[in-house]
């Protein structure tokens, strides 16, 4: 052994063997680095180099629907036909044949598109799909149809869930979590685009949180191409799971320029669970009106930072009665924080109804915490919010000019004309300056303060009075409570100097 280490210590080279060497070791670094870079742009590209495998995964699960409404003719319709027309004997005999209203009902059909949650029939698409069909049915990928039965539909998310009645397990597909899916990411779309059959298009994830117009929107964006006849249909991951359910598009021309909307599976399998237990949505109720806290609000209330969701009104239900008030801002709810009033809106509404929990409140500077027991959404949407007004009797009317308004301080007659509830008390605006800030933020002829810095007013000189403490404060804004038609929200006002 030690004469082999010293034969190994003694070894010599070259200049020749020396260079050899370099270009070898040269050569084999240029080889790793080659193939690391490879990787890396392999990585960043991220494409599949097929959708192939996932989509014949999938295919079997994805749906064609077909729904049958029967349109009933109209008894009123007539044949426009000129008097003394050579036609008007022909027109008269065929309505004597007909009878009245000259046609029979027709059947009219749809297409959609939708996928199989369980091998037991549970079937997902969109409300619009089947809203008002008569008849539904259901063509699978391997060319068999089968009749489906409406389970339940929410029309706020446009969900609706079916079920068939099948004697084998039928193929279907996992809901996966939406949350993860990130910018850039792959997604494959399926379904039924303008009836020509079952069909894949490709593409990324364009964005995330959408809203078009509910109040539970969360969207995902996409530029995979949908069409008439791919709502309902899914919008898989590349492992082969539901992201989300293919909606709506935005489109000048009603096809795809590759800005399509799918609802977020985090949205739609909580909906789907309560529609098949329960054949009906059953979401939480807060009991509160909200508005955003924009930037102006946060620095008249005094907010380190712009997040939460302002209380406006508060009606009997389950805030009223744990305490919350108007004016507050509420910054968590069940221990999640609040970033905006429309994501209160979603989380409330995904909360158990009858749970009780936590909600922080920002109020006169402090945070507060209280216990609220949900109350169920469904049952209190037509629920009236009234004006409130604490009895007291307002000063006799005067008319003042004061940032950017006319204000007069209510009276019985102005309450009538304004149709104010009884007993409210506060600044009616006569006029508005269209020069003003007033009317820029929206303040408009028969809107009403009620509050000014979150305290009620009764006359021009409790206003007068919050302007001077805010000046005092060191606060550029005042927060006014404004009632139109009955609706408040809260507005803020510079104050000047």
């Known amino acids: 052994m030690t004469q082999a280490v010293t034969q190994a210590r003694a070894v010599t080279f070259t200049p020749q063997d020396t260079r050899a060497g370099l270009r070898m070791m040269v050569m084999a670094l240029m ?54 027309s050579p036609f008007e004997d022909f027109f008269r005999d065929f309505m004597e044949r007909n009878g009245p209203g000259g046609q029979a009902p027709r059947r009219s059909q749809a297409l959609g598109s939708g996928f199989v949650i369980s091998e037991d029939g549970y079937i997902v698409t969109n409300n619009h799909v089947i809203e008002g069909a008569d008849e539904i049915e259901i063509e699978f990928f391997e060319g068999f149809t089968l009749p489906a ?28 979590d939406s949350d993860v899916a990130r910018v850039g990411d792959w997604v494959m779309a399926m379904g039924n685009p303008l009836g020509q059959g079952f069909s894949v298009s490709a593409g990324i994830v364009s964005q995330r949180g959408r809203a078009l117009s509910g109040a539970y929107d969360d969207y995902i964006q996409t530029d995979a191409a949908i069409n008439r006849g791919n709502s309902g249909g899914p919008l898989f991951n590349m492992d082969g799971q539901v992201i989300g359910v293919n909606t709506a598009i935005l489109s000048p021309n009603g096809g795809s320029i590759g800005i399509g909307f799918s609802m977020a599976s985090n949205v739609v399998t909580k909906v789907v669970d309560q529609l098949k237990e329960f054949g009906e949505t059953r979401r939480g109720w807060l009991g509160v009106r909200i508005q955003r806290v924009t930037d102006d609000v ?3 209330m005094g907010l ?12 009997e239900g389950p805030s009223k009665e744990a305490g919350i008030e108007s004016g507050d801002v509420i910054l968590s709810f069940d221990g999640k924080d609040v970033e905006d009033d429309r994501g209160l809106v979603r989380t409330v509404g995904e909360t158990e109804v009858g749970k009780a929990v936590r909600v922080v409140v920002f109020r006169d500077g402090k945070t507060k915490t209280l216990m609220v027991t949900l109350g169920r959404r469904e049952e209190a949407e037509n629920t009236a919010f009234p004006s409130e007004g604490d009895g007291m009797t307002p000063q006799a009317p005067e008319t003042v000019s004061m940032m950017g308004m006319t204000l007069q301080p209510l009276d019985d007659t102005l309450r009538e004309e304004l149709g104010v509830s009884a007993g409210t008390t506060g600044l009616a605006v006569v006029e508005v300056d269209e020069a003003s800030e ?32 805010a000046q005092e404060a060191g606060r550029k804004t005042v927060l006014l409570l404004v009632r139109r038609a009955g609706e408040p929200r809260f507005v803020a006002l510079g104050v000047g100097e």
């Open 31 to 84: 080889g790793a680095l080659a193939i690391m870079f490879q990787t890396i742009a392999a990585e960043a590209r991220g494409a599949p180099e097929s959708f192939a495998d996932l989509a014949d995964k999938v295919s079997p699960a994805v749906v064609n629907i077909t729904t049958t409404t029967v349109v009933e003719a109209s008894t009123n319709q007539q044949p426009i036909v000129p008097e003394g």
């Open 304 to 315: 380190e930072e712009v997040k939460g969701a302002l209380v406006t009104d508060v009606p």
């Open 298 to 300: 946060a620095e008249a």
């Open 149 to 176: 039965t409406l389970v339940g539909t929410d029309p706020k998310t446009d969900i609706a869930v079916l079920k068939v009645d099948s004697e084998q397990p039928l193929k279907f597909v996992p809901f996966g």
């Open 438 to 469: 007033a009317f820029t933020k929206g303040l408009r002829a028969g809107d009403v303060i009620t509050e000014a810095g979150q305290q009620k007013l009764t006359s021009l000189s409790d206003l007068e009075a919050r302007i001077e403490e």
